[in-house]
């Protein structure tokens, strides 16, 4: 069976990402969440945005997208948000 046109085309998660974020990043709510799925342009984040690799950054950062499982996306999630209890609320 050929490979089409279509499933050449089709980017890693780290291109996905770049995609997304340049075409959204003006909009309200994705500029707090470019440091999460590609990480800073420039310098470091600290905190709790630093919780672990960004999406773009991880092991699933170079496949093709349409192989990547949602039990994939949920360990990378986990691995940044690890089960326990909530951050202290701030006063």
Not at 28 to 44: K, W
Not at 59 to 80: I, K, M, Q, S, Y
Request: glycine share 10%; hydrophobic share 40%; aromatic share 6%.
């Amino acid at each position: 069976m050929a490979v089409t046109a279509l499933k050449r085309n089709i980017p890693t998660v780290a291109e996905a990402i770049e995609k997304f974020v340049s075409v959204h990043q003006h909009r309200r709510g994705v500029r707090e969440h470019i440091s999460v799925l590609v990480g800073p342009r420039t310098g470091r984040v600290t905190g709790r945005k630093a919780a672990g690799p960004t999406l773009a950054r991880s092991n699933l950062g170079g496949l093709r997208f349409d192989r990547v499982t949602g039990p994939e996306f949920a360990a990378w999630f986990h691995e940044r948000h690890p089960a326990g209890p909530p951050p202290p609320a701030k006063a």
